[in-house]
């Protein structure tokens, strides 16, 4: 079953266009990993799937419902998770607060008490941490909170954009275990990165992004294909230059 679709997308900023003719396909329980190198429109992508970037042309869809004019309110709240690229919590409040927020922006606040104490075993950490204001927690631990707070609403499918930038194996790890986890329960992933490495053993489909545009299709081994990745990014043009 499709979780997450895009057709023909298009989208940009003022008069730039960055995004040009974008599909893309995720079925529940699928990690689909995106690379390419900065400037190729990753995060303009997943900031048009979330709906804070507006789509100029095409289609997006979540199971069968057609979110191409939602908000990004209403597409979380018919079950799309999307942590942007850098730590985005709240930092005056609590990590109890700020999980607890998430569920009220998206109509969950009565089951709280269960969905906190799932994401809480989930991560140990910020169990331990649970009362502490979350600007005082560490680069990773704010990165582990980030994704609590997605998770913690049960999303069906989830947005994650360059997760791993300057963190620690360890955290790098736990984030791992989660996408390894929640994906074998049903939800599916969409995750940009340029640390490719530790999605090697999770990933169902690698989409290789130039120029805005999907330029290269693949499954887990591409990932440890240099030679393909190199092919891929710079055509035969690169091995001429060898």
Same mark, same amino acid.
């Given at each position: @079953?499709?979780?997450?679709?895009?057709?023909? $997308?298009?989208?940009?900023?003022?008069? $730039? =266009?960055?995004?040009?003719?974008?599909?893309?396909? %995720?079925?529940?329980?699928?990690?689909?990993? &995106?690379?390419?190198?900065n400037g190729a429109g990753k995060s303009t992508l997943m900031a048009t799937l979330a709906g804070a970037c507006r789509a100029?042309?095409?289609?997006?869809?979540?199971? *069968?419902?057609?979110?191409?004019? *939602?908000?990004?309110?209403?597409? @979380?709240?018919?079950?799309?998770?999307?942590?942007?690229?850098?730590?985005?919590? +709240?930092? =005056?409040?609590? %990590?109890?607060?700020?999980?607890?927020?998430?569920?009220? @922006?998206?109509?969950?606040?009565?089951?709280?008490?269960? $969905?906190?104490?799932?994401?809480?075993?989930? +991560?140990?950490?910020?169990?331990?941490?649970?009362?502490?204001? *979350?600007?005082?927690?560490?680069?990773?631990?704010?990165?582990?909170?980030?994704?609590?707070? %997605?998770?913690?609403?049960?999303? /069906?499918?989830?947005?994650?954009?360059?997760?791993?930038?300057?963190?620690?194996?360890? &955290?790098?790890?736990?984030? *791992?275990? /989660?996408?390894?986890?929640?994906?074998?329960?049903? @939800?599916?992933?969409?995750?940009?990165?340029?640390?490719?490495?530790?999605?090697?053993?999770?990933?169902?489909?690698? =989409?290789?992004?130039?120029?805005?545009? &999907?330029v290269g299709t693949g499954g887990r081994p591409l990932l440890r294909d240099r030679a393909a990745l190199q092919e891929l990014?710079?055509?035969?043009?690169?091995?001429? =230059?060898?």
């Amino acid at each position: @079953m499709t979780a997450l679709a895009a057709r023909g $997308l298009s989208a940009g900023y003022g008069q $730039l =266009q960055v995004l040009r003719g974008v599909g893309l396909d %995720v079925d529940r329980g699928q990690v689909v990993t &995106i690379i390419g190198p900065n400037g190729a429109g990753k995060s303009t992508l997943m900031a048009t799937l979330a709906g804070a970037c507006r789509a100029w042309a095409g289609q997006v869809t979540l199971g *069968a419902d057609d979110v191409t004019q *939602a908000s990004c309110a209403r597409r @979380m709240r018919r079950g799309l998770g999307w942590v942007p690229e850098g730590r985005n919590v +709240f930092a =005056q409040l609590s %990590v109890r607060d700020n999980l607890y927020l998430s569920c009220y @922006m998206a109509g969950h606040k009565r089951e709280f008490g269960d $969905l906190e104490a799932q994401v809480l075993d989930e +991560f140990p950490v910020l169990a331990r941490k649970h009362r502490t204001t *979350a600007g005082a927690l560490s680069g990773g631990e704010q990165q582990i909170l980030a994704l609590a707070r %997605v998770l913690v609403r049960r999303p /069906a499918v989830t947005l994650l954009d360059e997760p791993t930038t300057g963190l620690a194996p360890a &955290i790098v790890g736990v984030l *791992a275990a /989660a996408v390894a986890r929640r994906a074998g329960q049903g @939800m599916a992933w969409v995750i940009t990165e340029q640390n490719i490495g530790w999605l090697a053993d999770l990933t169902t489909s690698v =989409q290789v992004m130039l120029g805005g545009q &999907i330029v290269g299709t693949g499954g887990r081994p591409l990932l440890r294909d240099r030679a393909a990745l190199q092919e891929l990014y710079f055509g035969a043009g690169h091995r001429r =230059q060898q």
